[in-house]
């Protein structure tokens, strides 16, 4: 058994909602490996597209943001469980003394400080590994990022203002 990742980058690619067929493995792994390569059987298989953002603050007065409520990239090198439980870590400690009363003034504000940078170096290194996984979409996510959004406290390299910030009901 392997895990697999397949990368496309042209405007033909389906929704990521379509399925993925066996026929659509095959052919990428035969593109990949050659005409001798055999698909046994797929387990499982889902699509991804680089939804990556990143809150710029995560405390907005006493709603406080963790794991991908705070930041969201795409599934490359499994960082995002490991990036959220740390998070919760770090603010479950500061709120059990804040609830308590033995939290020094200003600790709740300490979480963003900490963990901020720590989820900025996760985007940067998944962004990275775009590059590796699909050259030509990476270019084109350069690109848009010159036009970033930071409205609604959101920054996103490759997302529009209404991809951060969803009208609300």
């Not at 400080?113 to 350069?142: G, I, K």
Request: charge should be neutral; proline fraction near 6%.
């Amino acid at each position: 058994m392997t895990d697999v990742l397949i990368a496309g980058a042209g405007p033909t690619e389906p929704g990521r909602d379509a399925p993925v067929s066996d026929t659509e493995v095959t052919e990428a792994l035969t593109a990949l490996y050659g005409a001798e390569t055999r698909l046994g059987e797929v387990y499982g298989a889902s699509r991804f597209n680089d939804a990556t953002r990143q809150l710029e603050q995560y405390r907005h007065g006493r709603v406080l943001f963790a794991g991908e409520a705070a930041h969201i990239h795409p599934p490359l090198g499994g960082q995002g469980l490991n990036l959220g439980v740390q998070d919760a870590m770090n603010l479950g400690w500061k709120l059990a003394a804040t609830i308590r009363g033995t939290a020094p003034s200003g600790l709740l504000d300490s979480y963003h400080a900490e963990r901020h940078p720590a989820a900025e170096r996760v985007l940067r290194h998944t962004a990275a590994q775009r590059v590796f996984t699909a050259p030509a979409a990476a270019r084109t996510s350069r690109r848009c990022a010159r036009s970033s959004s930071t409205s609604c406290g959101c920054r996103t390299p490759t997302a529009t203002s209404a991809d951060c910030c969803p009208v609300s009901a």
